[in-house]
């Protein structure tokens, strides 16, 4: 009965990083899409928006990459 629990909250667990691991996705591109220079965007503001947009790919991948060690790990128990 323990072992059930356990895989219910590993399964939440993995739904919910999925999720969240898009919705970075998402707000990583929409900041990328948007980062260009123009009459009221300054070079920094486009580097400073391109650099945000990096980071939140980066967490996007590091939270895809544990989500499928998390995978991994449910399959093989």
């Keep these: 009965m ?7 909250f590993l ?6 990083l999925i999720l ?5 996705a998402l707000l990583a ?7 260009e220079v123009s009459a009221q965007v300054t070079l920094e503001d486009a580097i ?3 650099l945000i947009s990096l980071v939140l790919f980066f ?4 939270l895809w990459l544990y989500t ?3 995978i ?5 128990c």
């Design 59 to 62: 967490i996007t991948g590091v």
């Design 68 to 70: 499928a060690i998390l």
């Design 2 to 8: 323990p072992r059930k629990r356990i895989d219910q």
């Design 11 to 16: 399964a939440r667990k993995v739904v919910l």
């Design 29 to 35: 591109a929409s900041i990328a899409s948007k980062a």
């Design 72 to 76: 991994k790990d449910l399959e093989e």
């Design 48 to 50: 400073v928006m391109i």
């Design 20 to 24: 969240l691991g898009a919705m970075t």
